[in-house]
């Protein structure tokens, strides 16, 4: 029988050695083979935000908004010209939570549904929130009234989808190729209609409208674009649609076909929809989104989105949300309906990108630079504190396969230990996943946090302070047989910060066999 020929010190058994790595700040990858994976990767990265040197264990949130009668479908925030107020719609009521606390009595009532798309639009009369959802009447509040606007030429409740364009409000009717426009400046008053049943080449129905800001080469234009439920992208650039001299058809383009209404988001001058085909900034698509997907900003993690689309689709709450303080860009994947949610989190700086759970999100908004998301009878405010509304963040981490320098060489891994930056002690769990195997080889955690007082926050001499991040490097023994390696490191935290800097290892080489 032939034996393992391992590195030995002569007289003695097989030699310890050390490596280390750094934490995979490249973030989630799910598209890569396991073993054609960037060592900087992760298989899985679950509540870890790749920053542009670390792993940041990600904030959690509270509830700030309390008492809605059932699942809060839409979050909307009013800018008024003094100050700011945050809605929710909840049971077909809408509520104002801009205080937070509990809501108390819905300050609209009678509304078919909770599921509203809605803007801010400002004209010579004040400052409007204007909101419709193709059920019910489209609805004004001018920062102390709800209104009905008269709208002629047109039956107003049939009105699904709102824009803003060159000074025009712009609706969409619901189920149909038909988009609808009011005059310049106004936000009542006799809509006329722009028809595209002889424009797009596939039928469908308009699910919405956006407006792309780009430069053609003869300076900065916004130009009106409108994608149907098959994927076209129709594109017009000018501002009156009655003036055949003014709007002129740029272009009907095709893309993977969008889910949700709330399919678009408008980023810095791009825009970005989500596709059956991954999130897809308009730039991009238009050119090469179906023959060339690693345009798509979610390349990276494209299996992943495709997965999801293809299974949860039509499923109420895709959306995306871009939180600048946070360097971050969201896409809300709602898994189930009403009742788990989850966040494909990109570092709109480095571009990696990880998973968020924990925060089961209808919908989002920005509401004073901070993002907020409507659960189950509350609105959260998310990013916020250290812990989940008071439970622990429990973070998973699988970085890429490691050959550690020696491919096809037998190891044994028996230590590792992963350096922390961090102002408290998280319960962790370090094991070894070998030879791609992706199970999960760690167990449970059970965590009880200190609970580390804020500034300005606590009671003097009362309560335990964190005082600035430290460094915690412990060992632990794992184990692990085989050629290479992945360590596995699930955390349980509250109340405290935590990134990830690296992890030493020490393992034993051995032969081929």
């Given at each position: ?6 590195d ?27 073993a054609?994976?960037?060592p ?7 509540n ?36 700011g107020e ?8 809408v ?6 606390g ?6 609209l ?16 009369g004040?400052?409007?929130?204007y ?17 009905n ?7 107003p409740?049939?009105?699904s989808?709102?824009n803003l ?13 038909k ?9 009542a ?7 595209m049943s ?12 956006a ?10 234009d ?6 149907t439920t ?11 649609p ?6 002129l ?6 893309i993977?076909?969008p889910?949700?209404?709330?399919c678009?988001?408008k ?16 730039s991009?698509a ?16 494209q ?32 898994t ?10 990109m ?15 209808n919908?989002?908004a920005?509401y ?9 009878t ?13 439970a ?13 320098g020696?491919r ?14 961090t ?10 996943n ?18 580390y ?14 005082g ?27 109340g405290?910060?935590?990134?990830w ?13």
């Amino acid at each position: 029988m032939r034996r393992a020929l391992r590195d030995k010190v002569p007289g003695r058994g097989p030699v310890a050695i050390t490596a280390s790595l750094p934490s995979p700040a490249g973030g989630w990858n799910a598209r890569d083979s396991l073993a054609d994976m960037a060592p900087a990767d992760a298989v899985l990265l679950e509540n870890w935000f790749p920053s542009t040197s670390e792993l940041v264990l990600r904030r959690g949130y509270r509830q700030y908004a309390t008492g809605f009668p059932t699942q809060v479908e839409t979050v909307m925030s009013y800018n008024g010209t003094i100050a700011g107020e945050l809605f929710g719609i909840s049971g077909g009521e809408v509520y104002d939570a801009t205080n937070g606390g509990a809501v108390g009595a819905a300050v609209l009532t009678g509304l078919t549904n909770s599921r509203w798309e809605w803007l801010n639009v400002a004209t010579t009369g004040g400052n409007f929130l204007y909101m419709v959802n193709g059920v019910d009447d489209p609805t004004l509040y001018d920062g102390s009234s709800w209104t009905n606007p008269s709208i002629t030429g047109v039956t107003p409740e049939n009105l699904s989808n709102i824009n803003l364009h060159k000074n025009r409000v712009w609706f969409i009717e619901e189920n149909t190729l038909k988009a609808w426009y009011l005059p310049a400046g106004a936000i009542a008053g006799a809509a006329n209609d722009l028809d595209m049943s002889s424009v797009a080449q596939l039928g469908g129905y308009l699910v919405a409208m956006a407006t792309w800001t780009i430069d053609a080469g003869y300076g900065v234009d916004d130009l009106a674009v409108f994608i149907t439920t098959e994927g076209e992208v129709i594109v017009y650039r000018g501002a009156d649609p009655a003036s055949a001299n003014d709007w002129l058809l740029v272009g009907i383009f095709r893309i993977g076909a969008p889910v949700g209404k709330r399919c678009w988001l408008k980023y810095a001058g791009d825009l970005l929809i989500i596709t059956n085909d991954g999130v897809y900034p308009l730039s991009g698509a238009l050119q090469s989104s179906r023959t060339n997907p690693k345009v798509a900003v979610t390349d990276k993690i494209q299996t992943a989105v495709g997965d999801a689309t293809t299974a949860y689709g039509a499923n109420f709450g895709w959306q995306l949300l871009h939180f600048p303080k946070g360097e971050q860009l969201w896409l809300n994947v709602p898994t189930s309906e009403g009742s788990a949610q989850q966040q494909y989190v990109m570092n709109t700086t480095s571009k990696a990108w990880c998973n968020y759970t924990g925060w089961d999100a209808n919908c989002w908004a920005i509401y004073n630079d901070d993002p907020y998301f409507g659960g189950n009878t509350f609105i959260g405010k998310a990013w916020d504190t250290f812990s989940d509304n008071g439970a622990n963040i429990n973070a998973d981490a699988l970085p890429a396969f490691n050959y550690f320098g020696t491919r096809g060489k037998l190891k044994r891994w028996t230590m590792a230990r992963p350096i922390f930056r961090t102002n408290g002690s998280p319960a962790l769990q370090i094991n070894m996943n070998v030879d791609f195997d992706t199970s999960d080889t760690t167990s449970p955690l059970n965590f009880s946090p200190t609970n580390y007082a804020t500034w300005d926050n606590a009671e003097w001499d009362e309560a335990s302070w964190g005082g600035g991040l430290n460094i915690l490097k412990n060992w632990q023994g794992v184990n692990g047989l085989g050629y290479c390696g992945s360590p596995r490191l699930i955390v349980a935290s509250s109340g405290i910060e935590v990134s990830w800097v690296s992890t030493d290892f020490v393992m034993e080489r051995g032969g081929v066999l």
